[in-house]
């Protein structure tokens, strides 16, 4: 059990040291570890709070470039810097590109600007026209789900009680508890500072006036 857990579990009225309900194993902290690997997750998307740097080197004639993360999956690309020339690219598109030049594919030189394809393809225009050069690539990763407490957990410190909330959030909802639910929810979005973000708008806020249309006596 790890120190995200235990905040859980005291959130939730158990004593950590003698759970009734979950216990210290990885079978009986499944939930909870679901939860927290939920949170971790989306909090990981919200902020773009977990970045990494890659190194790509270039092949003649290869635009397009597979990711294979150990450790999560890719987010999206934050910046791409060319080592070699000090030349930071510009993002643009496939459809960007087609639009302007239907035959973008087939010239080669020095890659100016890159694309992101789907979940973990990066694209190049232009191709490198030979072997050489290295991409220092920044990337917001999601972290791959934790399975035992002896796992790091990559979340940033300032982030870790919000995964916790999140979590019991959870917990109380799957107990059929909205109001708990929503309360805890309420707090998660605070803990992120994205609860303005995520306010409705001012004119869906409800009210317990109603806007009723004049009589003709009342139209004076």
């Known amino acids: 059990m790890n120190i995200l857990e235990r905040k859980v579990l005291e959130l939730v009225g158990e004593n950590p040291d003698s759970p009734d309900v979950f216990v210290d194993t990885d079978a009986g902290m499944a939930p909870v570890r679901d939860s927290i690997n939920d949170a971790i997750q989306?909090?990981?998307?919200?902020?773009?709070?977990?970045?990494?740097?890659?190194?790509?080197?270039?092949?003649?004639?290869?635009?397009?470039?597979?990711?294979?993360?150990?450790?999560?999956?890719?987010?999206?690309?934050?910046?791409?810097?060319?080592?070699?020339?000090?030349?930071?690219?510009?993002?643009?598109?496939?459809?960007?590109?087609?639009?302007?030049?239907?035959?973008?594919?087939?010239?080669?030189?020095?890659?100016?600007?890159?694309?992101?394809?789907?979940?973990?393809?990066?694209?190049?225009?232009?191709?490198?026209?030979?072997?050489?050069?290295?991409?220092?690539?920044?990337?917001?990763?999601?972290?791959?789900?934790?399975?035992?407490?002896?796992?790091?957990?990559?979340?940033?410190?300032?982030?870790?009680?919000a995964a916790v909330l999140f979590a019991v959030g959870e917990y109380w909802a799957t107990r059929g508890d909205v109001q708990e639910a929503r309360a805890y929810g309420v707090r998660y979005l605070d803990a992120l500072g994205l609860r303005e973000e995520y306010a409705p708008a001012r004119e869906n806020i409800p009210r317990l006036a109603t806007n009723k249309e004049r009589t003709a006596n009342e139209q004076i």
């Open 42 to 161: 989306e909090i990981s998307m919200l902020t773009g709070g977990y970045k990494r740097q890659y190194f790509l080197p270039l092949r003649s004639g290869q635009a397009f470039y597979r990711f294979k993360l150990p450790n999560g999956y890719l987010g999206w690309v934050t910046d791409v810097w060319d080592i070699d020339r000090k030349w930071r690219l510009t993002q643009t598109s496939t459809t960007k590109l087609s639009s302007q030049d239907p035959r973008w594919m087939v010239g080669s030189g020095f890659p100016e600007q890159y694309m992101q394809i789907g979940e973990d393809v990066i694209g190049f225009y232009r191709k490198p026209s030979a072997s050489t050069g290295m991409m220092e690539i920044t990337i917001v990763e999601i972290p791959h789900a934790y399975t035992t407490d002896t796992e790091r957990v990559k979340l940033r410190d300032s982030f870790q009680y």
